[in-house]
């Protein structure tokens, strides 16, 4: 069994094997939890990133941490939303699903993901959070894998009441 932890905080600091940034289809840095990696981690982060050619909504694409505590990133592109009629939902879920698989790949332990699409991508808050706790639960179900611990890190109150409330009620 996978262990699902919350906690409330900034990814950055996280002391875990990998951390899963929400970034932007050109993976070149922006605002957000992606502008704080990047910013953490140093410009040898944006150095690897310009190598990889960008990444597809819905996809993840592992780089190293650098200077952050974390060794790895893993760089996903969660949907814009605009209005739900845009298989936002369903990228939304390929985001978790393939940052997971990356993990497998890199046969990690520890994981941590941020909020993704909650912030200038507009992804309501409510339902973002319902499909990251179905993947993320139905995945911590699973034996054959070297995962042991998922942090789910909400920076804002507002998704950590909402985080709070449905592990406490699932
Ligand atoms: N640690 C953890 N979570 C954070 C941090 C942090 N240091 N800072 C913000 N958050 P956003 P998006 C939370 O806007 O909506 C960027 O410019 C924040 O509270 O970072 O996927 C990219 O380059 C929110 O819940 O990402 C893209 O262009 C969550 O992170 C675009 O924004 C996601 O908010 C991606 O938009």
Redesign the pocket.
Known sequence: MVKLTLIQ????KLEVDAIVN???SSLM?????????HAAAGPELLAECLTLGGCPTGDAKVTKGYRLPARYIIHTV?PIWRGGQNHEEQLLKSCYENALKRAEELQIETIAF??????????P?QKAAEIALTVLGKYAQKHHTTLKEIFL????DE?YQIYKKMMNNP
């Open positions: 905080g900034d990814i950055t929400a970034a932007n840095g922006g605002g957000g939890v992606d502008g704080a990696i969660g941020p909020n993704i699409s909650t912030g200038v991508y507009a992804f808050k890190v909400c920076f804002d998704n």
